[in-house]
């Protein structure tokens, strides 16, 4: 299970979405932003990091395990489109960290997980025109 790259990386994707609950978003000289103190954010961010989370355990069910991978991904997209949203109207001296970012990176490593689970599914595709 954790020993295949794909399981890695919907490890690692999970694992960079749950720091994201501890995390600043946007800095001023007046306050610092969580994402947890916005509601729509925290939303995604519980709904992604538990899909991420409960993809990797779908590893016998390898179709299943894409479609709610290619789910994740998309919700991993309308998170930093939320994100980049808030950065458009955001107040004079305002400051972004990095960790807003965070989602973006999450659907790339997501994305390279997908590839990974397609690679397996047609090895195992293959080896069953084989054996019939």
Same mark, same amino acid.
């Given at each position: 299970?954790?020993? /295949? ?35 729509? !954010?925290?939303i ?15 590893? /016998? ?10 789910? #994740? ?10 994100? !980049?949203?808030?950065?458009?109207i ?9 960790n ?23 090895m195992? /595709?293959?080896? #069953?025109?084989? /054996?019939?």
């Amino acid at each position: 299970m954790i020993q /295949r790259i794909q399981s890695l990386f919907l490890f690692a994707a999970s694992a960079i979405l749950g720091t994201l609950f501890f995390s600043v978003m946007a800095q001023s000289s007046l306050e610092s932003v969580k994402f947890v103190n916005i509601a729509p !954010l925290l939303i995604f961010n519980i709904i992604t990091t538990l899909v991420s989370f409960v993809s990797i355990f779908l590893y /016998r069910h390898r179709m299943i395990q894409i479609r709610v991978s290619i789910f #994740n991904s998309i919700i991993l997209v309308a998170y930093q489109a939320w994100i !980049l949203y808030l950065f458009i109207i955001r107040p004079e001296g305002t400051a972004f960290t990095v960790n807003s970012v965070f989602p973006l990176v999450a659907a790339i490593i997501t994305w390279l997980a997908i590839r990974y689970i397609g690679r397996d599914e047609a090895m195992v /595709r293959s080896i #069953n025109r084989l /054996r019939k």
